[in-house]
């Protein structure tokens, strides 16, 4: 209560020494994690057709719809907010998706390891004491620049330097602007719904409306 | 007591299978003592449990009653230490158990809650059993014989390996009690344990409880709605009112003969009390041209279901999915002013059925018709292309909704308004109906449940009580022909089972068939007609069992391993033929792979499972080709190289990905990778949820499509709907972790930072094989590079 009241609320801390995980923090990534899997694997069945229109003329624009698959990360650390939470939801997010089959197999944990690492990074540089739009901004396009660098070497080898430098921006900044606005609203809704109780996001909205 | 010992429980490995009078003194029952307890959830002003005071001496065997809210399963998590585990708010005070903190001793306090199957970890019951065990660092060698010999004592007698997902709702409480039982509490409170049970199940889980507790002479605490049957097995009865406050303490009959009317009066099911009545509910009639209830004559049938056979397909990862028959060629005949209770044990097919009779799901077999002045062409009956009148499963959104309404089991998955007035309104919006009258209506019926204060509430802040009367309300307000509620009264104290009544018997007045599936003897008796079902037998297993894939028979790190070998050969493929010569190496490691040696029945689908799995990989390769062909010099060998590079990434994955099991790969993953015990745990306790994820998508679409808002046609519409399904999913799935949280930490999760394994993950021949295979794709790609032309 002293906490929620004088700090703002983007910067409200989990609770004990950030790095000791209580068991809800673990159980909540996990589940975001294989909730996020399951939609992944339903959004990887669609979306390759209108990819592969939007890139039809200039490949580099399919980065725009691959903000999606970086949002689990953000969203389980805008809600865990502890060192770990994106590298954890994104890359069991990317397990689940690669059990119950995607078009890339098993070769999905290496994108969800590099995303979750970007995003993950962009919280670090901040001391994970703040979740608002620096590092929101900052760990979306680290996150998505990563998974660039890694698509380059699996994926687009045969595109000039110019091309996969403008696929690695469209890429970062996509995620840093849409999926960091579709995380932020995703962990509003969710604290709004009174489903991240134990959690500083639902801590602030229950605070603001105590009854 | 020495506190000195981190982990009593192992300690005390031995004295389970010794003499009941030395395992008596070594684990007795411990006092409770709760002193000065404060505690206020963040967003509440006031606090749940405000200088809350409460000694219980060891093995004495109480009961807590009071009306909802009262904060009973507060001060449960509380004696389990358990309070902020799942929540965050203010909390002082002090709790001990036998003079130690609740959580020093982990397992000491075994907690079961209200929801069968809630606090389920593991893949079968006896992995379940031992995973508090498992907490306090067992030798992996103590824990068979214990988790034996705890499945007996609470009557379980199927195999170890059984799922716990096949148990009936008393067996999966038992599994919950063993579960506790095996970590040796001194302590045992239960959550409403009996809530969910019908009358007799719920009889046979008490005596279970009593027989326990006596024999460990543990101390107990249970919280129940329901008085009936506990007042005879404990010693002493303690009332909460409203404010969480004492307001009675002694033994059961005296309580009860000074408070008895009013704990009726405030909800509690008292013994000796007659059955509450349904609430009256008066609305005003639709005028008499609308298609739902009324344009079908009273006593006429609405709904004639004939030789109606359900299947139900199970998705597990890393297994086949299964088929299994729910419902079994049932005759139903349903008429309109009529109720029809289904009755008979879990997993006998009543919802299975229920959603049949709907059109919720297309049956199996049979035929399924509504009266033709109800289905969507009117009596003319719209017949479709081959002449027969169009099944309602096939019936749109708008149309199934006019005709039907259903009420699921879990009232949160019907929430489909902001508000709780929006809620109300949805469907009679969703139909087009007079505004005037359906506003009118709503408030007829929010003031009936006293919901009136709340229309401006979001539904889902509601009570478990209130949601479940909205639900209610929600389904019925537009007057449909057929109402299917899935046990409308279950965990209901006497008030909300009053109001829940009152609804369903309103819509029967006004014309509607009913069609309800219960356990309530209560709601049964006011049914005009019972059909009782039976599970189907189950198909006897093959005689002779199917021989397995040798990709089968390796251990899911070195599949991993396999898939992943693949990551090294972009550096490596330079040409389209470099690229085909790797494909060809990896197809041929693949059929070695699902060759099936030895005796028994040749396995089935192995090929088609592969080529599931490679579909969606077609349009990624013709993506990356065609970048590669626009971007790359417009060469067709340029594109070819990258679309046969890109398959040779994934093939190897479309042989593996069928056959690595979750847990399995938890074990090793922890044990041979070392990875920290805890995330590991979690992980593969969500992986183990994937199929409810896929129950909990369909309930929440079913639910919108029977109240006409299903998005049927348009992309943004679609996407809209799949936005807001995924958010409904997503509050699901973190309510069920909220849940799993706790019961993990009542079984010792919280400190188990180092702990056993109650299955060991052996490195086998078949894994190392398998790394063969992997690094021969390497070889592969290294012998392409140098000796095919770039």
Redesign the interface.
Known sequence: ?TT?NSVRPDEIRA?GPLPR????D??????????F???YW?W??VY??P??VI??GF?PL?ALLNWPWLVAGIVGMLVIRRPGAAV?TEL?AA??S??????????T??SGLVQGLGVELGFAAFAYATFRWGPLLLGGFLGGAFEAVYEW????????LG?KVAYLFLFGASVAVFGSIVSVA?TR??A????????PP??E???R??? | MPTTEPRPGARSATTSTQGGAERASAQAGAAVRVADLTWRPYGRSRPVLAGFDLTVEPGERVLLAGPSGSGKSTLLRAIAGLLLTADSGDLAGSVSVGGEAPQDRPGSVGLVLQDPGAGVVASTIGRDVAFGLENVELPRGDMPPRVAATLAEVGLTMDEGSPPGALSGGESQRLALAGALAMEPRVLLLDEPTAMLDALTAASVRSLVDTVTRRRGLTLLVVEHRLTGWVELVDRLVVLGADGTIVADGPPRSVLREHGSRLAAEGIWVPGFPEPEPLEIELTPWPGDSAGAGSVGRGEVVLAARDVTVEHRTRRLGAESRTTTAVSSVDLDVRAGCVVALVGPSGSGKTSLMGALGGLTAPASGRVDFALPLTPGGSAGALDAKGRVEPPHEWSSTDLARVVAWVPQRSASAVVGRTVRDDVLTTPRALGLDPELSERRADEVLAALGLTGLGAADPRHLSGGEQRRLAVASAVLHSPALVLADEPTVGQDRLTWAAVMGILEASRDEGAALVVTTHDDGAIGRADETLRLTAPPPSPPPATPERRPLVARVGPLALLAVGLSVLPLPALLESWRQGLAVLGVELLLGVIGLLAPGSGRRPVGRVRGVLTRLAPAGLAVVGVAWSAWLLGGRDLEVAAGAGLRVLCLVVPSAFVVGYLDPERLGDQLAQRLRLPARPVVAATAALQRVQSFDALWDELMKTRRVRGIRADRGVVPRIREAVVVTGGLLVGALGQAANLALAMDARGFAEARRRTWARDAPWRLADTLALVAGLVIVIAGFAARFFLPA
């Not at chain 1, 709004?192 to 959690?199: D, I, R, V, Y």
């Open positions: 209560m929620s609770s995980w209580r068991t809800i673990l159980l909540t990534c996990a589940f975001l994690g294989v909730a899997g399951v939609a339903a990887g069945l390759e057709t990819s592969n890139s039809a490949p399919s954890f069991l397990v689940v690669a059990l119950i089959g995607t078009q890339w197999g098993i070769t944990l290496v070497y699996s994926w687009y080898q045969e595109w000039d091309y995703l809704g969710l709004s719904a009174g489903a991240l109780n134990a959690f639902g801590q909205v229950r605070e409306h105590a009854v």
